[in-house]
């Protein structure tokens, strides 16, 4: 079986009917970078074989050093190398990978198109469940040795990436604040009020902790009581600071009457106070004990959802 052969069958014939999913949270990914392939369907009349090969051998051997110096993926290599056997089955390759100690495999292929470009398709696939975790083409300009160099730096990058996300972005979760604007505002937060508020902060506490992208901080020895933290311009940054977070995010129930409100939050940097992302529910109807789901709701689809964090 030919080479260019062996990555459609890795990545179709492997990936099963389960479709893409994600390395598993927590785990420093084993990563055999298999051999590319490579395919010139220019037309050029000049052989380049020899030239080809020398770049497809140095993209290969930057790829598998961006690997090993990466400290988030731990790079494996075959018992076989460097002469490993080129028309191996699709599965022999996932087995020689298995015994190696290696839970994921990174192939793939070029292909020249034409004078000026040229195609890098990149592919990584789980070992024990034959399922594929990164898959994409990419489209590079030029045949030079330099043009080589530079998809083989943005192809690395985004292929280690994938297999290992960044860490967790350090969060000063702040107390939900209750903004009142209702008629009966002159009466101050009841005890209800601030149960609701408790509970909303609980919530989207556990929501962020679940969710894997943040570590949160605890900040609550930095508020001052009675002091609402949303009436002072650089207060939720100073707090996240000071205890060491990247972030902050602070929610806000505004309340238009006893039973409508609107729920709002706002992530800001820690280091410059700039907003990340800020989004609010619209007009809601309910009770302060409907706080809490309102307000997980809406940090799932406008902060959880987008990647708007990073």
Known sequence: ???????????????LAAGPVRAASGDVPAVLVDDFSYLDTSGEPVDQTAAHQRRLDAFMAALRRDV????????????????????ASPEARLQMAAAAGATVVVTGGVQKLSTLVQWARASAIDVTSHRVLFDKVFTFRGDSDEAWQRAEMFVSRQVRDALAPPEPIRLALLPFELDDTSAGAALGATESDQKGLQEATDAVRQLLAQSGRYRLVDAAGEIKPGQPVRECDDCEARVARAVGAQQSLLGIVRRIGRTEYIIGFRVRQADSGTLVVAGDSGLRLGANYS??????????????????EH
């Open 68 to 87: 090993a110096a990466d400290a988030r993926l731990r790079p494996v290599s075959p018992s076989c190398a460097p002469s490993c056997p080129t028309d």
């Open 1 to 15: 079986m030919s080479n260019r052969r062996l990555v459609r069958c890795l990545v179709l014939a492997l990936a």
């Open 291 to 308: 706080w809490s789901r309102g307000a997980v709701r809406l940090v799932r689809e406008r902060l959880l959802e987008t990647g708007s």
